[in-house]
Nanobody, 124 residues
Framework: QVQLVESGGGLVQAGGSLRLSCAAS????????MGWFRQTPGKEREFVVA????????YYADSVRGRFTISRDNAKNMVYLQMNSLKPEDTALYYC?????????????????WGKGTLVTVSS
């Protein structure tokens, strides 16, 4: 079992930056691919980015590539999402998720563990 807790969300103006954190407990993260997803009311959960177990491979959604950066610190059991050049359409509840195995995936069905989310609001 892995417990995930997100933090770092908030209100920011368009063009600004936020850094989300995901703290994991229960197991070391080296066995897991880590991902970030987001969801807005009335819409399906959307893939944002994933990182493989070592941090050597990342996989971004087209909508965030070049603006967002995922990283992980396995020694601290932490995953981060640096979000720059934020846009109003980035407004969502952001979830951290863990997938067993070493292959990154953009499908939320492949992730076994989820946090409760942190809200990001980008004003225009």
């Amino acid at each position: 079992q892995v417990q995930l807790v997100e933090s770092g969300g908030g209100l920011v103006q368009a063009g600004g930056s936020l850094r989300l954190s995901c703290a994991a407990s229960g197991r070391t993260l080296t066995s897991y691919v880590m991902g970030w997803f987001r969801q807005t009311p009335g819409k399906e959960r959307e893939f944002v980015v994933a990182i493989n177990w070592s941090g050597g491979s990342t996989y971004y959604a087209d909508s965030v590539r070049g603006r967002f950066t995922i990283s992980r610190d396995n020694a601290k059991n932490m995953v981060y999402l640096q979000m720059n050049s934020l846009k109003p359409e980035d407004t969502a509840l952001y979830y951290c998720a863990a997938k067993i195995g070493r292959t990154a995936s953009n499908s939320d069905r492949t992730y076994a563990y989820w946090g409760k989310g942190t809200l990001v609001t980008v004003s225009s």
